[in-house]
């Protein structure tokens, strides 16, 4: 019987994707930094709060965020653990409708406001079409959660980042699936006056082939995609029903299994 692994897009191991709350102008200038160097983020925005102090336009979404992904943070950014449930269905189904409404797509993920969450929010929000949502807690590794309604980054960007960028950049051992989550607020950079910090760490893991750059949704419909393949007993072929290409590692040989095709194994 042959092992079979699970890999990212192109047979890589390793994974880079950034969350960054707020919508706030800031982002303007994270989004370049980004762009210059092939990196994604997802950006998780307060639809209700559009055009207040710092806050980008409506307008301006669509067009900054292109190549990126626009994510829920709740209509008015509450305390929603304090919540009663119909403000919490409320706060994230308006702010997605109002995001959609904008972005042309269908809005599958968020991050906590405050941080704030609870099991009786997780346990609401599949039925609010809500696939992952983010917590603040760092948890200082690389691996894949156990959980994506709350999903650890690796660390904020003032935690010991390229600390961790430099393990993450230097580990080989391909036995493991390596994701670097990190996470924060663009206008953080102004107040810390530390912009550098995030330019000189996306110009030391940008750009590189062995590493897969994608946003927080690219990175759940992956993993579902891979979870969806139909094995056979003997483990000797595969049927994926899905709409994307799942890469495997069989006895150490990558092999693509395309949307829609059996593939012996």
Known sequence: MPQILMCYPGGKHKAL???YDD???????????FNRNGIKGTFHINSGLFHSPDRLGEEEVRSLYLGHEVSAHTWTHPTIARCPNEQIVHEVVEDRRNLERIVGYTVR???????????RIQDILPGLGM???RVVSGSGHFGMPDNWLEWQPTCHHNHDLMQHAETFINSHKTQ???????WGHSYEFD?????????EFCTFVGGRSEIWYATNIEIVDY??????????AALDFVYNPTALSVWL????????????EQKKL
């Not at 590692?249 to 829609?260: F, M, N, R, W």
């Open 176 to 182: 493991y699936l390596n994701l670097m989550y990190v």
């Open 191 to 199: 107040n810390d006056n530390n912009w550098e910090l995030i330019e």
């Open 17 to 19: 994707t950034m969350s």
């Open 223 to 232: 993993t579902k995609a891979f979870e969806q393949l139909k094995f056979s």
């Open 249 to 260: 590692s069989v006895d150490g040989q990558l092999k693509e299994v395309k949307s829609g």
């Open 131 to 133: 696939e992952y949502a």
């Open 109 to 119: 993920g968020m991050s906590y406001p405050n941080g704030s969450y609870n099991r």
């Open 23 to 33: 919508g706030r102008t800031a982002d303007k200038r994270l989004v370049d930094i």
